[in-house]
């Protein structure tokens, strides 16, 4: 497994913690207004970061270093994403997974041998083949059935979690919101994150005005009843 990007060390990737992120490559989504298009398209152009050097910074710095979020690209589409996370456990620190839920089965393995403590998966659209489709680019009717047994892989989990969703306007309505909330209904945390059009994988994305911060919070508190906590992040 290459690793491509590190952050150091954030406050913004795990609320109430210090971590580091990597950022694994590739993905098996489209989705237009994604903003590590080369991650994606190109990752051989980026220099690959040995896990070493990972390591001795972590040894070094860990206590401050509460943990490591793991984001992409989609992470669980490596079979070898289990030693990974198992290396950096041994290390006693916290480890945090971002995905997409297409990788149900790599879901399951991770939590039952204890090599998470928090997940945070993406739900891109509404729960309906034609919604997926064009959040993300990708015409695989399947995808949507494994997205669903991952929603409740996580709620079963025991562990903590949130669910998000970027909110773009020419891909999400507020009705839109509203029936993924609905489904979710009961969930731990749903936050709903303001498209940034910058940087887009389609470069038409770049051109998209992102609803104001206003209309987001106004989603939020409307959807709010449905699970425990929601919650908006970006401007």
């Not at 945090?96 to 659209?125: C, H, S, W």
């Not at 025991?158 to 839109?176: A, I, Q, W």
Request: proline letters at 6%.
């Amino acid at each position: 497994m290459e690793i491509k990007g590190f952050i150091p060390n954030s406050l913004l990737d795990w609320e109430g913690y210090i971590v580091s992120t990597i950022y694994l490559p590739y993905c098996n989504f489209r989705c237009p207004y994604c903003q590590n298009p080369s991650l994606v398209f190109s990752p051989k152009s980026l220099s690959t970061i040995p896990f070493e050097e990972l390591q001795n910074y972590w040894k070094k710095n860990k206590k401050w270093i509460d943990g490591v979020c793991i984001t992409g690209g989609e992470p669980c589409l490596y079979r070898k994403l289990p030693g990974l996370l198992r290396e950096i456990k041994d290390l006693g620190l916290k480890v945090k997974l971002d995905t997409n839920g297409t990788f149900p089965r790599r879901l399951e393995e991770v939590i039952q041998e204890k090599l998470v403590d928090y997940i945070a998966m993406d739900i891109k659209a509404p729960l309906d083949v034609a919604s997926y489709q064009k959040s993300t680019g990708i015409r695989r009717e399947f995808y949507l059935g494994r997205i669903v047994e991952s929603i409740q892989i996580i709620r079963n989990s025991g562990l903590d979690y949130e669910f998000r969703t970027t909110v773009v306007p020419t891909l999400h309505t507020e009705k839109d919101i509203e029936e993924i909330a609905s489904y979710i209904q009961g969930a731990r945390a749903y936050y709903l994150q303001n498209f940034v059009p910058r940087d887009t994988l389609n470069p038409a994305y770049e051109k998209i005005a992102p609803y104001p911060r206003e209309k987001i919070e106004s989603i939020c508190k409307r959807i709010a009843h449905y699970v425990v906590k929601c919650g908006v992040r970006g401007k």
